[in-house]
C-alpha cells in the first residue's frame, strides 16, 4: 500500500445498522421510529463488509442506530467483528438495556457503550427525547453497564435548550462512573433540520468550547466536544499562552486528534450500505451493495473522501487558516448553511492570520 493511502486509514466507522429506535429525538440525524426499515443489511452482508474492512485496516467500529439492539444479530455480528480483530463498540438508547442482554454484548466483543443524556433533569431529558421515561431508562441502562463491567460513555447533544445544564450533565456522568464525557454540537439535518434556531450561536459556541477547555483539565474522566472541530484551534490556542507545545507525550490523544475527520479517518456506513464522510453529511461517498461490499475500494477511490482529504482546496477562512489541518471546519454544518461543503466553517468566529499557510501552530 502507497503512503498515501496509509497515511489515511481508517480508524473509526460508525454504522447505522439499523434505523429502528422505540425514541422519537428532536435531532435524530437518522429519522428513526419503532417499526421495521426495507433494504437494511442481513447477517451475512454485515459479515461480508467487516472481513473486507478487516483485510485493510483495524477501525473502531460502532454500530448504531437508530437503536442497534433492535436487531436480533446484533451479538453475532459484534462477535464476528472481533474476532476479525475489530474493536466493536455500541450506541443503544438505553431503553431495551437489562443485565441479561448487556453481558451478553460483553461477551460478544463489545468494548464500550455510549448512552445519550441530554438534559440533566427528566423534564429537559425526555422533551429532547420525546418518549416518556427515557431519562430514567437511560440513567438505569448506566447503573446496569457499570455492573456488568462494561466501560461506557455518556454523550449529549447541545442546543439552546440543554447548554446552560452542560456542568451540571459532565457531573452526572462523572456520578455515574462513566469513563468520558462527550458532548456533541447540534448539527442540524435529518430531523433535527427544524433544530437551527436551537444551535447556539458562535461567540456561545467559543465560550462553551472555551469552558470544556478548561473543564477538561480539572474533571476525573475523558472530555472529550464532537462535531466541534475548532476546539482543537482554541486546545493549542490556550496551550500556546502558556507556553506549551501540544505534542503526544504532553496531550496523548488530543495531540493526534482533528476535528472533522469526515472522510480522512472517519466514515459513516448507513443502514443500506450508502457511505458517507459522516453521519451529517447525507452527500454520497459509494454504496456498499453496488460495489460488492468493498469498503476499502470507497474508501481509497471515492472522489467525496478525496477532496475531504484536501484540506488546501477548502474555500474561504478554512482553507487558508493556520490551524486547518487540526481543525478542518464541520463540513456538514458548510453545507448545511450554504449548499457547498467545501465552504468555510460558519460557526466559527477565528480569522487567520494574512499568511495563515505558513504560521506555526506550535
Known amino acids: ?25 428532536m435531532h435524530c440525524r437518522a429519522s428513526s421510529s419503532d417499526r421495521k426499515f ?11 463488509v467487516l472481513k473486507n474492512i478487516a483485510s485493510f485496516a483495524k477501525p473502531i467500529i460502532i454500530l448504531t442506530g437508530g437503536e442497534p439492539m433492535a436487531r436480533s444479530d446484533i451479538y453475532d455480528i459484534a462477535e464476528y467483528g472481533t474476532k476479525l480483530g475489530l474493536r466493536m463498540v455500541m ?20 468494548m464500550r457503550i455510549s448512552l445519550s443524556i441530554d438534559g440533566a433533569d427528566e423534564k429537559t431529558h425526555d422533551s429532547f427525547r420525546q418518549v416518556e421515561g427515557s431519562f430514567n431508562a437511560v440513567i438505569n441502562a448506566a447503573h446496569i453497564a457499570r455492573e456488568t463491567g462494561l466501560e461506557f460513555q455518556i454523550n449529549s ?31 442540524p439535518t435529518g430531523r433535527g433540520s427544524g433544530l437551527a434556531d436551537y444551535e447556539i450561536d458562535p461567540l456561545e459556541y467559543e465560550k462553551l468550547l472555551t469552558w470544556i477547555y478548561e473543564k477538561s483539565r480539572e474533571v476525573p474522566i475523558q472530555l472529550k466536544p464532537t462535531c466541534a472541530p475548532h476546539y482543537y484551534r482554541i486546545l493549542r490556542q490556550k496551550e500556546k499562552e502558556k507556553g ?32 458517507q464522510i459522516c453521519g451529517f453529511l447525507e452527500e454520497k461517498a459509494g454504496d456498499l451493495r453496488e460495489e460488492s461490499y468493498d ?10 473522501f478525496l477532496k475531504m482529504r484536501d484540506i488546501d482546496g477548502y474555500n474561504g477562512r478554512c482553507g487558508v487558516c493556520e490551524y486547518r489541518k487540526v481543525c478542518g471546519g464541520c463540513r ?26 505558513n504560521v506555526s501552530v506550535d
Open 1 to 25: 500500500m502507497d503512503r498515501k493511502h496509509l497515511k489515511h486509514q481508517p480508524r473509526l466507522i460508525a454504522w447505522e445498522v439499523t434505523k429502528q429506535c422505540p425514541l422519537k429525538c
Open 38 to 48: 426495507a433494504g437494511e443489511f442481513s447477517t451475512e452482508e454485515c459479515f461480508g
Open 91 to 110: 450506541a443503544p438508547c438505553g431503553m431495551l438495556m437489562n443485565h441479561e442482554n448487556t453481558r451478553k454484548m460483553k461477551e460478544s466483543g463489545i
Open 157 to 187: 447533544t447541545i442546543t439552546k435548550l440543554n447548554y446552560r445544564q452542560i456542568d451540571r450533565m459532565l457531573q452526572l456522568a462523572v456520578d455515574l462512573g462513566a469513563v468520558g464525557y462527550h458532548p456533541f454540537l447540534l448539527v
Open 244 to 275: 506549551i507545545k501540544v505534542t503526544v507525550e504532553t496531550h496523548g490523544l488530543s495531540a493526534m486528534t482533528k476535528g472533522c475527520l469526515g472522510g480522512q479517518s472517519f466514515a459513516f456506513v448507513s443502514n443500506t450500505g450508502r457511505v
Open 295 to 304: 469498503f476499502k475500494k470507497i474508501w481509497e477511490t471515492s472522489e467525496l
Open 332 to 357: 456538514a454544518r458548510a453545507f448545511a448553511t450554504t449548499g457547498n461543503y467545501l465552504d468555510e466553517e460558519p460557526y466559527c468566529v477565528y480569522q487567520p492570520k494574512a499568511s495563515g499557510r
